[in-house]
T-cell receptor, first 114, second 112 residues
Framework: DTGVSQDPRHKITKRGQNVTFRCDPI?????LYWYRQTLGQGPEFLTY????????KSRLLSDRFSAERPKGSFSTLEIQRTEQGDSAMYLC???FGQGATGYTFGSGTRLTVV | KQEVTQIPAALSVPEGENLVLNCSFT??????LQWFRQDPGKGLTSLLL?????REQTSGRLNASLDKSSGRSTLYIAASQPGDSATYLC???????????FGEGTQLTVNP
């Protein structure tokens, strides 16, 4: 197992376009999380899944954002009608259960909206 | 609402110095606390995980302590090296809920 994988590493898009990111968690981990990090700040929670069920969403997750984890394995995060304020690093993490053994993060997807 | 604060925001030291990074949190009902390292433009690498029942954890030149009652954790780095230059983030998981709450990080520069 190579850890948590995220794709793409970088994405530049024009304002108003839709973008989709993918995350492949550690295979034994049943929980998957999405975080967003802007420059100079710590990551902020967006949403999490337990298996295929989306159990919690932050108020940061506006209706332009949608996340799925259809088979309880990989997850996608889609942003519709991107805005310049969406420019950030989008981080995915996974854990087994409540996270007694900690969270493992991926390398992130850097989104730049121009 | 849990709030996590890291002090200092930035630190510059000469190579070989021992140093301490501080993390404080407002709600002591935590499940565990995790220290991460982040290199510029990269993801987070886990350094140490301390369970709420533990007082400290060690890995190589790193030692993390936890005082849950006072809402504090420290990360001690011994004999710092230029390769230690990075941003160090502390994150708290509460007993209720699933999210990690992060501090804003300490940006460390170790000068050769």
């Amino acid at each position: 197992d190579t850890g948590v994988s995220q794709d793409p590493r970088h994405k530049i898009t024009k304002r108003g376009q839709n973008v989709t990111f993918r995350c492949d968690p550690i295979s034994e981990h049943n929980r998957l999380y999405w975080y967003r990090q802007t420059l100079g700040q710590g990551p902020e929670f967006l949403t999490y899944f337990q298996n295929e069920a989306q159990l919690e969403k932050s108020r940061l997750l506006s209706d332009r954002f949608s996340a799925e984890r259809p088979k309880g394995s990989f997850s996608t995060l889609e942003i519709q009608r991107t805005e310049q304020g969406d420019s950030a690093m989008y981080l995915c993490a996974s854990s087994f259960g409540q996270g007694a053994t900690g969270y493992t993060f991926g390398s992130g997807t850097r989104l730049t909206v121009v | 609402k849990q709030e996590v604060t890291q002090i200092p925001a930035a630190l510059s030291v000469p190579e070989g110095e021992n140093l301490v990074l501080n993390c404080s949190f407002t709600d002591s009902a935590i499940y565990n606390l995790q220290w991460f390292r982040q290199d510029p433009g990269k993801g987070l690498t886990s350094l140490l995980l301390i369970q709420s029942s533990q007082r400290e954890q060690t890995s190589g030149r790193l030692n993390a302590s936890l005082d849950k009652s006072s809402g504090r954790s420290t990360l001690y780095i011994a004999a710092s090296q230029p390769g230690d230059s990075a941003t160090y983030l502390c994150a708290v998981k509460e007993t209720s809920g699933s999210r990690l709450t992060f501090g804003e990080g300490t940006q460390l520069t170790v000068n050769p």
